[in-house]
């Protein structure tokens, strides 16, 4: 069974510093990672998908990148801002079986970036 | 559009009554689902339809009944709910099902509390 482990579950950092997060999957079969970003109270919002055949994605400030062979994916933040303060989520499909429709999620990182 | 949107943002119920949560988007996508978010845990899957077909039931019971009258629009039936099952309701559409497509995007969610 595919497990999704985010570590830090929380991290504080002050404005303007880069950061990283992390995340760990078991099983390396997959089609793709997507990294969300959940304000409180509110919806997911998609920030980037890397398909199975990918290295890395960027949006803007954001870069993740892919190692399906060690089953880790990390979301680089360039210039945190106290905006960017929320839950960030990864999620990894499956590549086959019944679990292939369904996303496995991490329980996220809880950023707080201070002013 | 690009938007997923979900109604109400906000649902207070008893346990004998009936409601009905509303999902609705516009970017041709032909996957939607449904999940359950508890405070401070990712999103489950509940339902997932593919071409307006209920393809996943993830083991959900009864007294939630999903329906998908076409293509942009998914319900969410509620009877008989249970306080445990106050939780942030969550709607997600993708293009569809396959390898390269299934980016999924998020409504904002109902919160619903059952008294």
């Known amino acids: 069974k595919q497990e999704v482990t985010q570590i830090p579950a929380a991290l504080s950092v002050p404005e303007g510093e880069n950061l990283v997060l992390n995340c760990s999957f078991t099983?390396?079969?997959?089609?793709?990672l997507q990294w969300f970003r959940q304000d409180p109270g509110k919806g997911l919002t998609s920030l980037l998908l890397?398909?199975?055949?990918?290295r890395e994605q960027t949006s803007g400030r954001l870069n993740a990148s892919l190692d399906k062979s060690s089953g880790r994916s990390t979301l680089y933040i360039a210039a945190s801002q106290p905006g960017d303060s929320a839950t960030y989520l990864c999620?990894?499909?499956?590549?086959?079986?019944?679990?292939?429709?369904?996303?496995?999620f991490g329980k996220g990182t809880k950023l707080s970036v201070i002013p | 559009d690009t938007e997923v949107t979900q109604t109400p943002k906000h649902l207070v119920m008893g346990m004998t009554n009936k409601k009905s949560l509303k999902c609705e988007q516009h970017?041709?996508?032909?996957?939607m689902y449904w999940y359950k978010q508890k405070a401070k845990k990712p999103p489950e899957l509940m339902f997932v339809?593919?071409?307006?077909?209920?393809?996943i039931n993830e083991s959900v019971p009864s007294r939630f009944s999903p329906e998908c009258p076409n293509s942009s629009l998914l319900n969410l039936h509620l009877h008989a709910l249970q306080p445990e099952d106050s939780a942030l309701y969550l709607c997600?559409?993708?293009?569809?099902?396959?390898?390269?497509?299934?980016?999924?995007?998020f409504g904002p969610g109902t919160r619903l509390t059952v008294l």
């Open positions: 997600a559409s993708s293009r569809d099902h396959g390898r390269n497509y299934n980016e999924q995007f």
């Open positions: 099983d390396s079969a997959i089609y793709n």
């Open positions: 890397i398909q199975s055949s990918q």
């Open positions: 999620a990894v499909r499956p590549r086959s079986g019944a679990g292939s429709y369904q996303l496995t």
């Open positions: 970017m041709g996508h032909r996957a």
């Open positions: 339809y593919s071409y307006e077909k209920l393809s």
